[in-house]
C-alpha cells in the first residue's frame, strides 16, 4: 500500500493491471508498479491540476487531461510527451479510448465532447447537446455507441457512425458524476441525487434504481463479466 500526498482527483490501471497511474492536486502524474507501489515515472507538462486519466486498450499510451483545458499523450514508460491536443475552451473532465486505441473522446466544462485521432493530433468532430458540463464518458463494448452526462442532469446517447445523438435519458434529480457499460450493453448511472440508475439505452429506458447510499454518488464501474456493480460514494 502506499499514501499519496493530496487529494487523488483520478485513477487509470493498464489493462493488464501492473501499472497505475495517479492524479493528486498538482500538476503532475505518477506511474506507479502496482505490485510494490514504486513510482516509476513521474510526468510533468500540464500547467494547471490534472482531472483525468486514460490508458489505451494496449496500455502503451497514457492520455490525461485537465484544468488547463489541454490533453496531453504520453509514452508513459519513457516519460516523454507524445502532444498535446488543444481545443476545448474550459477544464477537460473526462477521456476513453475506443478499444483499437485510433480515437480518443473527451468531455469538458465547455459543455462539449470532443473526438480525435490522437496520433495525427488532430480533432475529427465535436458533439454538442449537453447544457451544462460533461463530466463523464462510457464506451459501449460494441464501440458504436458512446454515453456521456454532467451538470444538466441527462444522460446522453450517441451514435458515433453517424456522430449524432440518439437521445437523452432523464430521471436523476442531480448532477450525474460516473457511468459505466455493462459487458451485456446496460449502463449505469450514478448521481448526487444518492442513487444509482440502470439503463437499457437500446430501448432508451430504464429498467431499475439502487437506493442505498445517504450522499452522493461518485463512482460505478461493472465487474467484468457484467454480473455484479460497485458504487462509492
Not at 502524474?29 to 505490485?35: Q, S
Not at 476545448?88 to 473526462?94: E, G, L, P, S
Amino acid at each position: 500500500s502506499w499514501s499519496a500526498r493530496g487529494q487523488v482527483r483520478a485513477l487509470a490501471y493498464t489493462p493488464e493491471g501492473s501499472v497505475l497511474a495517479v492524479t493528486t492536486s498538482d500538476t503532475t502524474v505518477h506511474i506507479r508498479d502496482t505490485k510494490v507501489g514504486d513510482i516509476i515515472k513521474v510526468l510533468h507538462g500540464h500547467t494547471a491540476p490534472v482531472i483525468c486519466l486514460a490508458f489505451s486498450s494496449d496500455g502503451r499510451t497514457l492520455a490525461s487531461g485537465g484544468e488547463d483545458k489541454s490533453i496531453k499523450l504520453w509514452d508513459w514508460t519513457t516519460g516523454d510527451e507524445h502532444r498535446t491536443l488543444v481545443g476545448h475552451t474550459d477544464a477537460v473532465q473526462a477521456l476513453v479510448f475506443n478499444e483499437d486505441g485510433s480515437r480518443l473522446f473527451s468531455a469538458s466544462d465547455d459543455k462539449t465532447i470532443r473526438i480525435w485521432d490522437h496520433r495525427a493530433g488532430k480533432e475529427l468532430s465535436v458533439l454538442n447537446g449537453h447544457e451544462g458540463s460533461v463530466l463523464a464518458l462510457a464506451l459501449a463494448p460494441n464501440g458504436e455507441t458512446l454515453a456521456s452526462s454532467g451538470t444538466d442532469q441527462l444522460i446522453k446517447i450517441w451514435d458515433l457512425a453517424k456522430e449524432i445523438e440518439i437521445g437523452s435519458l432523464k430521471g436523476h434529480e442531480g448532477t450525474v458524476h460516473a457511468l459505466a457499460f455493462s459487458s451485456n450493453n446496460l449502463l449505469a448511472s450514478a448521481s448526487e441525487d444518492w442513487t444509482v440508475k440502470i439503463w437499457d439505452p437500446a430501448a432508451m429506458a430504464l429498467q431499475r434504481t439502487l437506493e442505498g447510499h445517504t450522499g452522493e454518488v461518485l463512482a460505478v464501474a461493472f465487474t467484468p463479466k457484467g454480473g455484479a456493480l460497485v458504487s462509492g460514494a
